[in-house]
């Protein structure tokens, strides 16, 4: 809810922004925001989700299947485009991404909203509205639910799994 | 091959390959549909092209003549951003010479991730994979299989039930009655579809001449049949081969005419099917022969859908061997 205002406060309005859900995580999450905005401002905002598979920098080295299939029924240009995504990690999931809405054309500005910024990022990207932030150990795995947020131990080292 | 082959380049796990419909199983299969689906969605964007394989050389080397198959696999891999490399056997050193063997292994040396092999001889794709580093998919070989086809017919037809449903795909082939018709004996096509429809459930029907019959069924989860007539009401899909003309010279046929009269698919055969059925045919078609001219352009006939299709699931097969890391 806080996360919705500051949108709004932010971008003075929601005239030109849209939610984009990062898949599978974010996608709930954006839903969730774009009714909030909607409540609070009366209007309906375009709401998309995108799956980055195909943008990844690790294709090749682990298994990179996309989860659902991108779906993103208006145009990007010009537009905020607010991303929505649980965690936030090392950052290469929102590098692809980037990648995958500049594909689509030129948004006005890219924002970033995150429920949970757990730290550990490999890349210079920085969350415009944040949850959350949770100092965690590397090697842990965070996971949000509607019920909340667990911590728990990975058990094979595969750090990507927990910034999706 | 050992461990130290595997990693080339400092990429990529080891060399998987697509040989035969029977490398996947029924989940596999469905892997694909799944992958197809994103593809799709990539493939009506203004610009249809993910930056997945960048980097990546897909070579295809055709030993046989074949336009659709390779312009087919050729776009998969510039959707996907890999490098494309042609080698077609008219224009080559084959006509000075030059073996399989060498031919491969000079075009493995060159570094590629992916070659698509279409040979005349069955097991040639196989035969590849002693030789070569790079992930090998058969592009059809001799009357052996021809694994892509049978995934993009796969996929046509449950993309057509889904449209049909209002968007929502059915799980599998189950309850669907698949007529394969013609020549069956020498068809690759066929060999990769009757195992791909029956993984998915389909129950598969055979309908030829017995001599385009293969001279044994046994181990084959099929039925079969000499007479086309009897079965048409009760078809979900009709799957027509095309008819080679070759074939006439082993007296297999007595005229291209008298096929068309008895397993050609004219005007009033197609009157005979089911309101919803699907005709399919996996080209090149010969009008005439194995489907009346008329026929080909109704609405049921689904081989414009099935070309398209070839782009998405190729590209989901290159996809899936070269960057999901797993089969």
């Excluded at chain 1, 949850?131 to 058990?155: A, C, F, H, M």
């Excluded at chain 2, 086309?228 to 074939?247: A, C, F, N, P």
Aim: glycine share 8%.
């Amino acid at each position: 809810m806080r996360i919705a205002h500051e949108i709004v406060e932010r971008n003075r309005g929601l005239s030109d922004v849209a939610v984009v859900g990062l898949q599978t995580g974010g996608v709930p999450l954006a839903e969730r925001l774009a009714a909030m905005l909607e409540e609070i401002e009366g209007t309906a905002v375009p709401l998309g989700s995108i799956d980055v598979a195909f943008y990844r920098d690790d294709i090749g080295l682990r298994p990179v299947l996309p989860e659902e299939v991108t779906d993103l029924p208006f145009d990007i240009t010009g537009r905020v485009v607010v991303l929505v995504d649980d965690v936030l990690f090392t950052g290469r999931t929102v590098r692809a991404a980037l990648e995958a809405l500049a594909a689509r054309g030129r948004a006005g500005a890219v924002q970033l909203a995150v429920m949970i910024d757990r730290g550990h990022r490999e890349l210079p990207i920085r969350p415009d509205f944040v949850g959350k932030n949770l100092p965690t150990r590397r090697d842990e795995l965070v996971e949000v639910s509607e019920q909340g947020v667990t911590i728990g131990d990975l058990v094979a080292a595969d750090d990507d799994r927990g910034a999706r | 091959m050992n461990a130290d082959e595997l990693l080339v380049g400092g990429r990529a796990p080891a060399a998987r390959h697509l040989l035969s419909i029977a490398d996947l199983d029924r989940d596999g299969i469905l892997e694909i549909m799944r992958l197809s689906d994103a593809f799709a969605e990539v493939s009506e964007r203004p610009i249809p092209k993910v930056p997945a394989l960048r980097g990546r050389t897909v070579a295809t080397v055709f030993m046989e003549p074949s336009t659709r198959t390779r312009l087919s696999f050729e776009t998969a891999a510039k959707r996907l951003s890999a490098d494309t490399m042609t080698f077609t056997a008219a224009s080559s050193s084959t006509v000075k010479g030059e073996s399989l063997r060498d031919t491969v292994e000079t075009i493995d040396a060159m570094g590629i991730d992916a070659m698509v092999i279409r040979h005349h001889s069955s097991g040639a794709p196989l035969m590849v994979t002693h030789w070569i580093k790079a992930s090998v998919i058969n592009g059809g070989d001799g009357t052996h299989e021809h694994p892509t086809q049978a995934l993009l017919d796969c996929y046509t037809i449950l993309e057509t039930l889904a449209a049909r449903r209002g968007g929502e795909a059915p799980a599998d082939l189950k309850g669907l009655r698949i007529a394969i018709v013609g020549d069956i004996k020498h068809s690759r096509v066929a060999r990769s579809n009757v195992l791909a429809f029956s993984a998915l459930g389909a129950e598969v029907l055979l309908v030829a001449p017995p001599t385009l019959m293969p001279a044994s069924l046994e181990g084959w989860p099929v039925n079969a049949t000499g007479d086309l007539d009897s079965t048409l009401g009760e078809l979900d899909v009709i799957y027509l081969l095309r008819i080679q003309s070759e074939r006439l010279g082993e007296v297999l046929l007595p005229s291209l005419e008298e096929y068309h009269w008895r397993y050609g698919l004219t005007r009033e055969r197609a009157a005979a099917l089911k309101k919803d059925a699907l005709v399919m045919h996996p080209g090149p078609m010969i009008r005439g022969v194995e489907i009346s001219p008329e026929v080909a352009d109704m609405p049921a006939s689904l081989v414009t859908r099935q070309v398209r299709n070839g782009v998405l699931v190729r590209m989901a097969v290159l996809f899936h061997l070269l960057g999901s890391g797993e089969i």
